[in-house]
């Protein structure tokens, strides 16, 4: 089986910087996702990491260390809007992807 | 535009009745999914389908139904025998591929949230 843990909440000031992290633990890993969801909507794709390193995209960046097992979504110049669920997913092999339980975060202002 | 149709949005059951949900794609993805959402919690894998009149079970099948007669639709019904059924239900679907950018990326659609009186 899969075991993914991430942080369940994290608050933020407008305007700053924020990092959530996620940790897995799989065989046959074949990529991590990073998806955000606001509250009553489907979820929407950020980000893709497959080999180790750090991918920008805009004013979000993942990581991806797999020797560590360990992801991190880093968001910059935090928006109101940006208030949503990060959730961390891991592909393995040929299954469908397992999603941990998601990281709420509350921007402030 | 290409996307995912689920219906309806909302939905109230009595106990012991059935329920389906429709989910219809028009993004030529091959592979199918349906996911259950409790709050604080991840989503979780019901069934899916890679192939048409071919489906495998997830983590949390039991108590549901589903079928995959034609490529873009993939219904899930959700029967009497799921005891605890109040969630909200998401379907997505994909390119079925071995991980470069665009396979496997799964896209969501709305979601139906089904409540059981």
């Known amino acids: 089986g899969q075991n993914i843990d991430q942080p369940t909440e994290m608050t933020a000031t407008e305007g700053a910087i924020v990092q959530i992290n996620c940790t897995y633990q799989?065989?046959?890993?074949?990529?991590l996702f990073w998806y955000q969801q606001h509250a009553g909507e489907a979820p929407t794709f950020l980000s893709y990491?497959?080999?180790?390193g750090l991918e920008e995209k805009g004013r979000f960046s993942s990581f991806l260390s797999r020797s560590k097992g360990y992801s991190y979504l880093l968001l910059k110049e935090l928006q109101m809007k940006d208030s949503a669920s990060y959730l961390c997913?891991?592909?393995?092999?040929?299954?469908?992807?397992?999603f941990g339980k998601g990281t709420r975060l509350s921007v402030i202002a | 535009d290409g996307g995912i149709t689920q219906s309806p949005k909302y939905l109230f059951r009595k106990e012991g009745q059935n329920v389906t949900l429709s989910c219809e794609q028009n993004l030529n993805h091959d592979a199918m999914y349906w996911y259950r959402q409790d709050p604080g919690q991840g989503l979780r894998l019901i069934y899916y389908s890679q192939i048409v009149n071919d489906f495998q079970k997830g983590d949390i099948a039991e108590g549901y139904s589903v079928s995959r007669e034609k490529k873009e639709s993939f219904p899930l019904t959700v029967t009497s025998a799921q005891k605890n059924p109040t969630a909200f239900y998401l379907c997505a679907s994909s390119i079925i591929g071995t991980g470069g950018s665009g396979a496997n990326v799964l896209t969501f659609g709305a979601g139906s949230r089904l409540t059981v009186l």
């Open positions: 990491n497959v080999l180790d």
């Open positions: 997913a891991v592909l393995s092999g040929n299954t469908p992807l397992v």
């Open positions: 799989t065989s046959g890993f074949n990529g």
